[in-house]
C-alpha cells in the first residue's frame, strides 16, 4: 500500500471520527437537552461523514485497487493525486470546521469559505476522475504458460 494510499485511508478515519463526534454532539442536543441545532452543524456532520469519510476512502481504495497505469500512459499524474488529497482534505476540514462556527456563534463572515470550500470540494472530485479515468480499464492479460516439459524418468 502506497504511501498516498495510507494517508487516504487514515484521513478518511479521523474524519469518520469527527463526523461521528458532531453526530452526539447533535443526538445529545436534540434529544435529551430538547434544542433544535442549528443546520450548518448538520451540513458540517453531513459532509464529515459523506465527504471526509466516505469519498476519501472510496478515492484511497481506488488508488490502489485500480490497475497500475501503463508505463506509456501520460495521462495519470501522480503529483497530482497528491495535490488532489491535500485539497480535499484541506477544504472538508476548512468547510467542515467554518460550518461548525457559523452554527455554534453564528460567524456569518464564515459563509464565503464555507462556499469556497464547497467549489474545491467539487474541483478536487473532478480532477481525481480525469486522473483515474485511464486507470479504469481491465488489466493485461497474463502471460499463458507454454507446454509442460515431459516428466524425467
Do not use: C
Not at 9 to 25: E, I, P, Q, R
Not at 88 to 109: C, D, F, K, P
Request: aromatic share 8%.
Amino acid at each position: 500500500m502506497s504511501p498516498l494510499v495510507r494517508l487516504y485511508v487514515k484521513t478518511s478515519l479521523v474524519f469518520l471520527l469527527l463526523g461521528l463526534a458532531l453526530g452526539a454532539y447533535i443526538t445529545l442536543e436534540v434529544n435529551v437537552a430538547g434544542r433544535g441545532v442549528p443546520w450548518p452543524l448538520i451540513t458540517a456532520h453531513v459532509h464529515l461523514l459523506l465527504v471526509g469519510f466516505l469519498l476519501m476512502l472510496v478515492f484511497g481504495v481506488a488508488t490502489w485497487m485500480f490497475p497500475r497505469p501503463a508505463r506509456e500512459d501520460a495521462r495519470y499524474r501522480p503529483e497530482l493525486a497528491h495535490v488532489v488529497y491535500w485539497a480535499m482534505t484541506g477544504g472538508t476540514a476548512a468547510r467542515a470546521a467554518a460550518e461548525i462556527l457559523v452554527g455554534l456563534h453564528g460567524t456569518a463572515g464564515l459563509r464565503p469559505l464555507i462556499a469556497a470550500a464547497g467549489i474545491t470540494q467539487l474541483v478536487d472530485a473532478g480532477l481525481f476522475v480525469v486522473n483515474m479515468w485511464s486507470r479504469v480499464r481491465m488489466p493485461a492479460p497474463a502471460p499463458t504458460p507454454g507446454p509442460a516439459a515431459p516428466p524425467r524418468a
